[in-house]
């Protein structure tokens, strides 16, 4: 855990967020101060067996936490601010920066985990100025499918490192929501720019971001034509296509219901922040919108990335306690699958349309664009801005290196384009470059329970138990004598079924029971852990040379006195 850095040296790196779609962090330090740039979670891959999230390792933080000045929030999508409860049970004093719809999320998730009173919570907005010894903090206003998204100027000695956020460059946004502000960009660029960190999701998409006004004609269009009763997915935090599906339902004289608590939460911080403008009876529970006629009733849920304990996967597999699929239901998903959640997503249109839904989803169906810039969104940001360096953050590594032949197209030179990995420190000066040093920053496994201490090696041990199963070994030993005096006993849960394997299984037995007897004969009182070292490492050599697979195998022994 290694950081060199010189007096005049700015350091730039990122906790999170580099080579992945999720986990954003970054920090730029100079001297002895730091300043946090986003705190998000990342979903889980498939075979992260039982994990609801990954966060990052905070060590550094924890280790320089005399140095953080503060965390400043971009905007409050949960790849951006999920982790910040884990990060202030460790650095409670952290005083934490964010736009008003951000901050309302926050406080819920700061609430959940008993930490909202110890909390320092501030409001910022595109005119705020934080001002420290040496660093000070400036926002300048970006759009993306979220209000209140801004991206962050941190202005050091050396030149201002601006940190885009998620962004793309949509001139008709919807709510009366502000176009991004060029003005801003141009003057920090005037100002001199020394590194960009820039939103790197789409950097394969040459062309520009579609507006979200135009999802919003689309979706009116296709909810006005629906006659049975609708079913609304999207992300909660996307008050945008929510808006927009209320909007549509007052239109059509349709009563709504909302489902899932973050969904519940979302519409309500969006009703009192002025948002949400919702005409009085809109909004129902859920025994009206049961005795509402079909062509009457939207429901609005959580659930469009396909997650099974979401109000949609719960309808779909008719565990829902107060709703069930309707033979004329249309689906609707207003999202587009998370890296990782496709396989999910599948399986649960596949879900919905067995049960006989109809589903609307995806591109051709206009009704869902990205809150991320593409390629032509990506160069005006560079050319407004005028960096002397360019860092693609946000993004998959090939993304990365994409978007950094897209910076060169630019004319930015090859030289100023780095792509870095999680915990790589680039030094920079008005006139250097160079890699200082590298953060160890292993992954963190937050589980069902919400406990962040779920570590690597039980991830490995539940991909094993999915993928060859377990055997357990039972006997009884009088090492006194040399003696195996019961057993072993071998059970087989998820390897081979027993009935069907007599032979296998009696082969196993009769090769532990000599392990036994050699071991017990190197050592008359031998360690149990190296008794079981033993019985580990021979029965797997065993049963692979017979299944090629390598079960767990779990030891019992039991020491006669």
């Known amino acids: 855990m290694s950081v060199k850095l010189k007096n005049n040296e700015v350091g730039i790196f990122a906790i999170g967020g580099l080579g992945e779609i999720g986990r954003n962090m970054y920090c730029v330090q100079f001297q002895d101060e730091i300043i946090i740039m986003d705190c998000g979670i990342k979903f889980p891959e498939d075979d992260e067996m039982g994990i609801n999230y990954v966060i990052s390792d905070y060590s550094y933080l924890v280790k320089n936490r005399d140095k953080i000045k503060a965390l400043v929030v971009t905007h409050g999508h949960e790849d951006h601010i999920g982790g910040i409860p884990y990060l202030l049970e460790k650095i409670p004093e952290i005083p934490v920066y964010a736009t008003p719809f951000a901050l309302s999320l926050i406080r819920g998730k700061l609430e959940e985990h008993g930490l909202l009173k110890t909390s320092k919570l501030y409001e910022e907005h595109e005119d705020t100025v934080l001002k420290f010894p040496k660093l000070s903090v400036s926002f300048f206003r970006t759009t993306h499918s979220i209000p209140d998204t801004l991206g962050i100027a941190v202005h050091t000695p050396q030149g201002a490192i601006l940190f885009t956020g998620d962004f793309k460059l949509d001139l008709t946004p919807v709510m009366n929501q502000p176009a991004p502000d060029f003005q801003e960009m141009a003057r920090l660029g005037n100002e001199g720019v020394l590194a960009l960190l820039s939103d790197s999701t789409n950097a394969e998409v040459p062309t520009f971001t579609k507006s979200e006004r135009f999802v919003a004609k689309s979706l009116h269009n296709i909810i006005t034509g629906i006659d049975g009763r609708i079913i609304f997915a999207t992300f909660a935090s996307n008050l945008y296509r929510v808006s927009t599906a209320i909007q549509a339902a007052v239109d059509t004289g349709r009563k709504v219901a909302i489902f899932g608590r973050s969904m519940e939460n979302g519409v309500q911080n969006g009703i009192d922040l002025g948002y949400l403008k919702i005409p009085e009876g809109t909004l129902v529970d859920a025994n009206e919108i ?272």
């Open 290 to 561: 049961n005795h509402t006629p079909p062509e009457k009733a939207m429901i609005l849920c959580t659930g469009s990335q396909g997650e099974p304990l979401a109000a949609l996967s719960r309808i779909a597999n008719g565990t829902h306690r107060q709703i069930s699929l309707q033979p004329n239901d249309t689906v609707i998903f207003s999202s587009n699958p998370i890296p990782g959640n496709t396989t999910s997503v599948n399986h649960l249109i596949n879900k919905l349309t067995e049960a006989g839904a109809k589903v609307v989803h995806g591109k051709i169906h206009n009704v869902h664009t990205s809150g991320h810039g593409g390629q032509e969104e990506q160069k005006m940001m560079i050319e407004i801005t005028k960096p002397e360096y360019f860092i693609p953050v946000h993004g998959e590594y090939r993304m990365q290196v994409v978007h950094t032949e897209t910076a060169q197209s630019t004319g930015m030179p090859a030289d100023h384009t780095f792509v870095l990995k999680n915990g790589d420190v680039l030094a920079l000066t008005k006139d250097s470059s160079r890699i200082a040093g590298h953060i160890n920053i292993p992954d963190v496994f937050v589980d069902t329970s919400g406990s962040a201490d779920v570590g690597n090696v039980v991830v490995r041990d539940r991909q094993i138990l999915a993928e060859e199963g377990l055997v357990v070994v039972v006997a009884t030993v009088d090492y006194k004598h040399q003696r195996v005096l019961a057993g072993p006993d071998i059970l087989s849960r998820g390897f081979v079924y027993m009935r069907e394997s007599t032979d296998l299984i009696s082969a196993a037995q009769k090769h532990v029971y000599h392990i036994l007897r050699e071991e017990m004969a190197k050592n008359p009182r031998p360690s149990e852990r190296d008794i079981k070292k033993a019985i580990i490492e021979n029965l797997q050599d065993f049963l692979y040379s017979k299944t090629e697979r390598r079960p767990m195998i779990l030891p019992m022994i039991i020491e006669k006195k």
